[in-house]
């Protein structure tokens, strides 16, 4: 039986991911395209391999044990041509990652320098997401991997590492100094006006639980798209909000800032790198990911 092998490819990406949107979407192709290749996949091996159900596709019987050995050969290929490729990728390619403002500021920007200098002909494309974001455009096969802001529920194919832990801490601009003498309670400070990360965001998400832990609705009078922005508006006065601990240091050194001290424990965050379970990574994007776990391990 002769059938184009670059069918098989095509089934594998449609099987990896379970929706043809998404498959199409990873091979650079389009639905239609993708369909049309299924199709005739199927009438050369005289079986259904797909059943199409309301949020995207399964496998039939034929259809697993098909892809249990084409999983296995694909993957093997890619192995050995990953393997060929990485003896050039210390010297050229590109690495696209997904990075949050906060992931950036903690460990990545800091990691990428010494990359930079270690492997100066390697580039490096950074998409500057909130979590969800970066998590859809993973999904979707449009970058290498991702170094992303937790808490966040994760697929079950995606393998997460912590990088750092950290915590956020309440600050106010100095017109706020008179909530920084003693600990007070979230619900005293409901009359504040808050800025923090808009709906959508992990960060959201993980502090409009905590505030209802507490029996107070989380109300934010300025929302912002990323972290960047919101020390400056702290700093003018403009309202109270959280931001990791190590990045508000300097400004509370120089009293630019004021900690306002809460009657409650803060959860703890992490900045994780995120994999995908036998996704294969180009040479260079390779070279970058283990870097960037070498540095954690080094970094404790």
Known sequence: MDINFEYYKVFYYVARYGNLT????????NQPNVTRVMKLLEAQLNCRLLVREPRGISLTGEGERLYAHVEAAYEHLMRGQEEIGRQDAADSG????????????????EAMRDFRMEYPRIRIKVHNR???EIIREFSSGRLDFAVITMPFEMPDSFHCETVCDFREILVGGTEYKYLSREKIRLEELRECPWIGLGKGTATYELYRQFFAG???ELELDMEVATSDLLL???EKNL?????AESLVLPLLKRKALVQIPVDCEMPVRSVQLVS???RVRSGAADVFYRY???AKQAGG
Do not use: D, N
Request: aromatic share 6%.
């Open 94 to 109: 590109v690495a696209e990652i997904g990075a949050t403002e906060t992931a950036l500021h903690l460990f990545l920007l």
């Open 22 to 29: 998404r498959a199409a979407a990873a091979l650079g192709s």
């Open 239 to 243: 309202g109270i909000g959280f931001v």
């Open 232 to 234: 400056p508006l702290i």
């Open 130 to 132: 909130s979590t969800p």
């Open 214 to 216: 507490y029996g107070v």
């Open 276 to 278: 995908e379970k036998g």
């Open 292 to 294: 960037l776990r070498g």
